[in-house]
């Protein structure tokens, strides 16, 4: 299977991770969009953000909520699907931390 976050999550493909456990990873873009950008990604292929089940879907969020109040900047959560990126059918949330208004999504 061609999908880095599988090899990632699966350690076959190195990543500076910052929180793991058996449902999702945590690490940084390797492309960052902002000065803070993490992933938070699934580990299982084959979910998108309207077919996840929603109470993995809360964890996850969850998640991102606690990192957002861990560092206290201005942030914004995005979410692609249905093919909107070259990633596909692999549920990751971004996290884009000290984002300005002044350049708005
Ligand atoms: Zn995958």
Partial sequence: MDCVFCEIA???VAADKIFEDEEMVVFPDKNPGAP???LFVSKKHGEEFHTVEPAKL???LGKVRE???E???PYRVALNGMGATQIQDHLHIHLLGKVSAEKPV
């Fill in 71 to 73: 560092l206290g900047v």
């Fill in 10 to 12: 699966g350690g076959g």
């Fill in 58 to 60: 809360e964890k996850m």
């Fill in 67 to 69: 990192k957002i109040v």
């Fill in 36 to 38: 803070v950008h993490l």
